[in-house]
């Protein structure tokens, strides 16, 4: 099965940016979609950013176009989330995972990382 490895993210102040990467590793042949999701404590877990592997087809949640942007390094089976100008409201655990179709529903997604924690806080 395929392992999930996110990493990069931190406490950072309302504007400033962070670059999230997940890096998968084992049997990833079968999957062509990976997506970013958060999950605040005592609530759901919310779409933020979805790629495909092969044509790099992109989708954003409303609350962050303009300001993350979704990327991948297919050579280095690895996907990133650039987030810039972040707000207080971003502040979440953020997980990627990988289906075999990307989608923007977390079950369409087979295998999850464990999730980096974002703090965006003055």
């Known amino acids: 099965q395929v392992q999930l490895v996110e990493s990069g993210g931190g406490l950072v102040q309302p504007g400033e940016s962070l670059r999230l990467s997940c890096a998968a590793s084992g049997r990833t042949f079968p999957y062509t979609g990976i997506g970013w999701f958060r999950q605040a404590p005592g609530k759901e877990r919310d779409f933020v950013a979805a790629?495909?592997?092969?044509?790099?087809?992109?989708y954003y949640a409303d609350s962050v176009k303009g300001r993350f942007t979704i990327s991948r390094d297919n050579a280095k089976n690895t996907v990133y989330l650039q987030m810039n100008s972040l707000k207080p409201e971003d502040t979440a655990v953020y997980y990627c995972?990988?289906?075999?179709?990307?989608?923007?529903?977390?079950?369409?997604?087979?295998?999850w990382g464990q999730g980096t924690q974002v703090t965006v806080s003055s």
């Open positions: 790629i495909s592997r092969v044509g790099g087809n992109t």
């Open positions: 995972a990988v289906g075999r179709i990307w989608a923007t529903s977390p079950l369409q997604y087979e295998h």
